[in-house]
Each structure stands twice: as structure tokens, then as C-alpha cells.
């Protein structure tokens, strides 16, 4: 149970970082972001967390939500995820021990 919550934690935090770097990326290079590869891959890496919540939002809201409100509820999530996922690792070797979990 250890590594899913270790496998969990990692790839939120991943995803996070590539979507704050793509949001800076995206802040500085402005309309032409699009074009810059660096942003691209950086898309790729984020864009199994937007298509998720992009479904989610869609099954709850009954219509395709804004790519802007899609990128918040991925940062939104993903962060939950983290926290849920850190809570999880904590209370694990807390239970099985601090040397252990090392």
C-alpha cells in the first residue's frame, strides 16, 4: 500500500509542476505559446489530468466546460490527489514504523 501512495504522490506532483510550468511558459511567451515546444511537451504532460477532469466536469455540468475552467479543476484535483495521497504515506509509516518507510 506504501508504493500506490508513493506512485500517487509522484505523478500529482509531476502533473503539478508541469502545469505550473506551462501556465509560467504560457504567461511569458504569450500568444505565440502555442508554437514553442517547450510548452507543447509540457501539454502532453499535463493533458491525461485535463482530459479527466474535462470528462468529469462534463458527466456533472451536462456540457463541455472552458479549457480555462479545466486547467483549474486539474490544478484543484491534482492537489487533492497529493494531499490525499502525503496523508495516506504519513499514516502508513507512522504505522509500520519511521525506519521502515526509508
Known sequence: MLWLATTVKLLA????????????????????RERNPF????SIVTRPARWCVAR???A?????????HVERLAFACLMLAW???TVTKIQICLAVGVQ???
Open 13 to 32: 506532483e509531476i502533473a503539478l509542476m508541469a502545469l505550473l510550468g506551462q501556465w509560467v511558459l504560457g504567461w511569458l511567451a504569450g500568444p505565440h
Open 39 to 42: 510548452y507543447q511537451v509540457l
Open 56 to 58: 468529469l466536469a462534463a
Open 60 to 68: 456533472v455540468v451536462g456540457q463541455e466546460p472552458n479549457a480555462r
Open 83 to 85: 494531499l490525499l495521497a
Open 100 to 102: 521502515a518507510c526509508q
